[in-house]
């Protein structure tokens, strides 16, 4: 039996070991010695408050493997990646995965090899993966995002009620509940909904000292972004709403000299978005323009600027953005820039992406009739989805379209992919029966099979441009044999640059236009709400934006940040801050341009500073050398 103090000693090793730190941050150990010794725990901890090492670090210590229950396929996958490369033992299962590759997940468990296993709340009903769970050592549940499992909560997933019922069948295994954003409704409702036995709770505040807030209201948002970046040399991240503006907006600061940036969505192949992230993290003054597809599970200390070039839909999803800057505690800026037509077109887009009953009803019948998914029917065929054939058909908009698949491929009801990825192919007859087909078809299934091997045993993953450089033949010609193949039944194809969807429930016509629609309509009302309350956030000049962040998350008697926009405006007013005297210091230090006057007052409003610059230039205290660079007129 291992002492007490060897115990805290290993501990140390471990995260000097694996992380690299001499150190814990803020309660991270005191969650780690609740999970270690087996309490049911529920951490609120801040974006940046490093949720992830309260359970990797006891998944190590502890016999057996770690479940952890995450929402998101996109942070499994992250995760898994970089804990693999710190040389920890970790794996996901997901929807995509082929049998064999699930297999071979679950013997690494039952071996006791893997620490850490991944999985989607969905698979918790799962009959083959909790048939291998009987064979693994559980050491706790970790459930993050666990503000999911509120009604209320950000992203409400059903799935995640299955939490509860799946910890009683396996003897109310430990849990550890963690999450970012939670109002103190959301908190009550995450104990009581995964039975947590008298958990111990662990509460942060979500104050970031050393975070300021800048709301802009501004109308020429591509000159504010150019101005900031022209002078500041440091690491950021610029989150803008769709891929084009991402795209469009990097390409407009790259013609204007900024070279240090880039831009990141989904829509990138998976190795373009490794080496763009990659790159952004081992440099020290490199820009990213990007959805919010980036920033989850990316843990970077030394970011010194968010910049939100749209409002974002939700406070929960602001914060945790901004969170990103200042990891470090060193000082950092979040640019929120905003304007009255943004916002009255934002409330436009948002409604317009709410079908009526009818719509919704009319969209989810479609994917069934199409596939020729009868009523109780559940296919497990993966088919290929054509998302223009759906408008055409209903009428819907493309907007309304997409808000109805996500809500079924969040709700567990679908499995929809969007996103470009390799296609698979699935040999659907015995390799003996191959000499009974034509010579043309046997041939080229032939050339399958030299060229994949396993493609004789399972479904494998390929790439038809990988293929079209090893035999020399043109991508489409291959698409079009294989689904030639495909169409005699020969081959199970699926294209990975389209869009493509699996039934995960039964067809349930009465469940599509009773209980989906109700959860649908609900999700939609809470959405609108959650924006009304940004868009307060964003136009009420005065309250301390840090204040109305922390009055949001339950906090009580919170006092002023003293350095947000409406603090700084506030200041002024009161104490008369003397904008002209300290505009007369820099330009004695060297003649700027206004954006560099701005920065160096710690990016105050243009508008005052110019107005200032007039006056002085009228009293002669200062002068211009060129249209834009004033000096001071002593020099």
């Not at 918790?124 to 995002?145: G, M, P, W």
């Not at 317009?352 to 009319?362: A, G, H, M, T, V």
């Not at 629609?517 to 709400?529: M, R």
Request: aromatic fraction near 10%; charge should be neutral; hydrophobic fraction near 35%.
């Amino acid at each position: 039996m291992i002492s007490q103090q060897d115990f805290q000693q290993l501990k140390f090793q471990t995260l000097k070991h694996f992380w690299g730190y001499d150190r814990f941050r803020d309660s991270q150990e005191e969650i780690i010695n609740s999970v270690i010794n087996r309490k049911d725990t529920l951490a609120l901890l801040p974006t940046g408050g490093g949720k992830s090492l309260c359970y990797q670090l006891p998944a190590l210590l502890l016999e057996g493997t770690c479940l952890v229950i995450s929402p998101l396929l996109a942070l499994m996958k992250d995760q898994v990646y970089q804990l693999k490369n710190s040389g920890i033992e970790a794996e996901y299962l997901s929807s995509e995965l082929d049998e064999f590759d699930a297999e071979v997940i679950f013997n690494r468990c039952k071996d006791g090899l893997t620490k850490i296993l991944y999985v989607s709340p969905e698979r918790l009903t799962n009959r083959v993966f909790l048939q291998n769970l009987e064979e693994i050592q559980i050491s706790f549940i970790a459930v993050d995002e666990a503000h999911c499992i509120s009604q209320w909560g950000q992203d409400f997933r059903p799935s995640y009620q299955n939490i509860k019922a799946f910890r009683q069948d396996f003897n109310n295994i430990p849990c550890l509940a963690l999450t970012a954003t939670a109002t103190p409704q959301v908190l009550r409702e995450i104990q009581l909904k995964l039975n947590l036995n008298n958990p111990v709770l662990f509460q942060k505040s979500f104050r970031r000292t050393n975070i300021k807030i800048i709301s802009d209201k501004i109308s020429d948002k591509y000159q504010r972004v150019l101005n900031l970046l022209k002078y500041n040399n440091s690491t950021g991240i610029i989150y803008v709403r769709t891929r084009k503006e991402a795209e469009e907006l990097t390409r407009f600061l790259q013609r204007n000299q900024i070279s240090n940036v880039d831009f990141f969505h989904a829509g990138l192949p998976v190795k373009e978005k490794n080496q763009k992230q990659t790159n952004w993290i081992n440099s020290n003054n490199h820009v990213l323009v990007s959805t919010n597809a980036f920033g989850m599970g990316i843990d970077k200390d030394n970011v010194r600027f968010v910049i939100h070039f749209s409002p974002p839909p939700s406070i929960e999803n602001y914060y945790q953005e901004i969170g990103r800057a200042g990891r470090d505690g060193l000082e950092s800026h979040a640019f929120l820039l905003w304007n009255e037509q943004e916002l009255s077109d934002l409330d436009s887009i948002l409604r317009n992406q709410i079908p009526s009953k009818k719509e919704f009803y009319d969209i989810v019948s479609y994917l069934y009739s199409s596939f020729q998914v009868a009523e109780n029917d559940l296919p497990e065929t993966v088919f290929q989805l054509q998302v223009q054939r759906i408008q055409n058909f209903t009428k819907a908009s493309m907007a309304k379209i997409k808000n109805v698949l996500n809500f079924l491929h969040v709700q567990e009801i679908v499995f929809f992919n969007n996103n470009k990825s390799r296609s698979s192919l699935e040999l659907k007859i015995a390799p003996d029966d191959i000499d009974l087909l034509s010579k043309k078809d046997a041939y080229f299934i032939e050339l399958l099979l030299r060229n994949y091997s396993g493609l004789s045993s399972h479904k494998i993953m390929f790439s038809e441009m990988t293929m079209s450089k090893k035999i020399d033949v043109d991508v489409f010609l291959i698409k079009q044999r294989i689904k030639e193949l495909q169409q005699k039944n020969f081959l199970e194809y699926i294209d990975g640059a389209l869009a493509s969807i699996k039934f995960l429930k039964h067809r349930d016509d009465r469940a599509i236009s009773g209980k989906y629609w109700n959860l649908f309509e609900q999700i939609q009302k809470n959405k609108l709400k959650k924006w009304e309350e940004m868009k307060f956030f964003l136009q009420d000049s005065d309250y301390c934006k840090m204040k109305l962040i922390l009055s949001y998350f339950g906090e009580k008697n919170v006092k002023n940040c003293g350095q947000c926009s409406v603090c700084e405006s506030q200041k002024e007013s009161v104490f008369g801050r003397d904008i002209s005297r300290e505009i007369i210091e820099i330009l004695k230090q060297k003649p700027s341009n206004v954006e560099e006057i701005a920065i160096k007052l710690n990016y105050y409003k243009k508008e005052n500073i110019l107005e200032n610059l007039i006056h002085l230039l009228d009293s002669g205290e200062v002068k211009m050398l060129n249209f834009r660079t004033y000096a001071y007129k002593n020099e």
